[in-house]
Structure formats: C-alpha cells, structure tokens
C-alpha cells in the first residue's frame, strides 16, 4: 500500500506541475488537477492539502537536485568565485525544465503574504537547505572572511541568487543565455567586494550589509507571525 500511495501522490505532483506550466498557476485548481490524474478531489486533498504545498513540494525537489549537482563539483581551496559560480550554474541546470512556470508564479511569489514566497514560513524548509548549500560553497573557498559576516555570509548570497532567479525567470534569450553571463559576472564581483569585509574600507559595508539582512529576517518574521494569525485556511470547495 506503500508504494501505491507515493504513486498516486507523484501522480498528482506531475500533474499538478504540468498544469502549472500549461494553464498558469492562478488559472490551476485542486480540482482540475484531481480530473486529470483521474482521482476524486478528495483523494487529491489527501496527499496535499492545496497547490500552495504543491508549489513547496517543487521547491523541496529542485533544492534536493541542486545540492546533489553542485555539491560533488565544489573543490576544497578553489576562490569563492569560482565555487559561487558553481552553485549558480548548477541551480540554473536545476530550474531549467521549469522556466515556463516561473512566471506565471513570480507574481504571487513575490507577495510577501503568499505562502509560496522565498521568504514565507511555509518555505522554510527550502529556504534553509539553499542556504545551507552556499555554506558548503563558503566553507570549500579559501580566504572567505570570517566574524559575523562569515556567519551571514551563507543568508547574502543566498539573496543574490533570488535575484539571479528573478533574472532567469524574466530572460527571454534563447536557453536564457543573458542568466549565464550574469552568473559569469556576478560570482567574481561578489567574491571582490567580500574580500574587501577584510580591509578597513569594508569592514563598514560589511557591517551594514549584516544589518540590512537582519532587518529584512525581522521583517519576514513578523509577516509570517500575522499570516498565521490572520489568514484563513484554503476552503477546498474553492480550488
């Protein structure tokens, strides 16, 4: 019985993720997924409780291939550039099957109230192994800085990559080539001015930039705090 639910509950994943691809995710319900897969709606809302743990379940995916791509090629003592610019890559490799569905999410994405935004409590569990992964990027490179802004280092780039997906999501270039040279710029400029936390003149933008991603966790926090509070849960005869 085992094995028939994990079956049936990837049944309604890959429907669910090619629905999202065809239709968008706004014009996707729970109930034309059900359809599809050939289950009852109920059968569906067994395995998920709605699109939005659908959507973090595809999250959880990609972050798993990511960190089983890129952590074998990160190589002990290489510069930080080249590691990041591995991570990077690697999560573009990653997302690559799913580029037709990112912009029909980003909207609700990037609503700070959403559950599938990066930066929900819903998304910890993503969240925390993408930042995991660039701590191992971090503690591979040679010469990375160390105090407080090696500790958050792993949360700032982990910033950088959202915005490197933004890019990605939005780049009409064909194999979204403009993403790739972005990363090829991006990863040494980044290892340059995380050199510099280490010279006098840096320190100071190192310690704003610290300042500036613990201003942004409390403010997630908090939003997470009043959705929990506030929100009402997905009403199944709605989806």
């Known amino acids: 019985m085992a094995g028939k639910a994990q079956s049936t509950r990837e049944l309604v994943l890959e429907t669910a993720l090619r629905q999202f691809r065809e239709k968008g995710y706004a014009a ?5 997924i059900a359809s599809e897969a050939g289950l009852s709606a109920g059968n569906a809302y067994y395995y998920f409780s709605g699109k939005d743990q659908l959507v973090q379940e595809l999250y959880v995916r990609i972050q798993k291939e990511h960190r089983e791509l890129a952590a ?3 190589r002990q003592g290489a510069p930080l550039s080249e590691n990041l610019a591995t991570v990077l890559h690697t999560g573009l490799d990653v997302m690559t ?62 910033l950088a990559y959202l915005g490197v997906t933004l890019h990605w999501v ?21 290892a340059r001015a995380i050199g510099l936390a280490k010279l006098p003149v840096g320190r100071g933008l190192a310690a704003d930039a610290v300042a500036l991603l613990d201003r942004m966790t409390a403010r997630s926090n908090a939003i997470g705090d009043t ?13």
């Open 72 to 74: 074998p090629r990160l």
């Open 170 to 190: 939005l780049d009409p270039s064909d194999g979204q080539h403009r993403s790739r040279m972005l990363v090829d710029g991006l990863a040494p400029l980044l």
């Open 227 to 239: 959705n929990n509070a506030d929100d009402p849960p997905e009403d199944p005869r709605g989806s």
């Open 97 to 158: 099957p799913y580029h037709g569905l990112g912009s029909s999410m980003l909207a609700p994405a990037l609503a700070d109230r959403d559950s599938i935004s990066p930066f929900s409590p819903e998304s910890a569990a993503p969240r925390d192994q993408a930042v995991e992964l660039m701590a191992e990027a971090v503690a591979a490179s040679r010469g990375t800085p160390g105090g407080v802004l090696g500790e958050r280092l792993p949360q700032l780039l982990w």
């Open 28 to 32: 996707t319900t729970m109930r034309g």
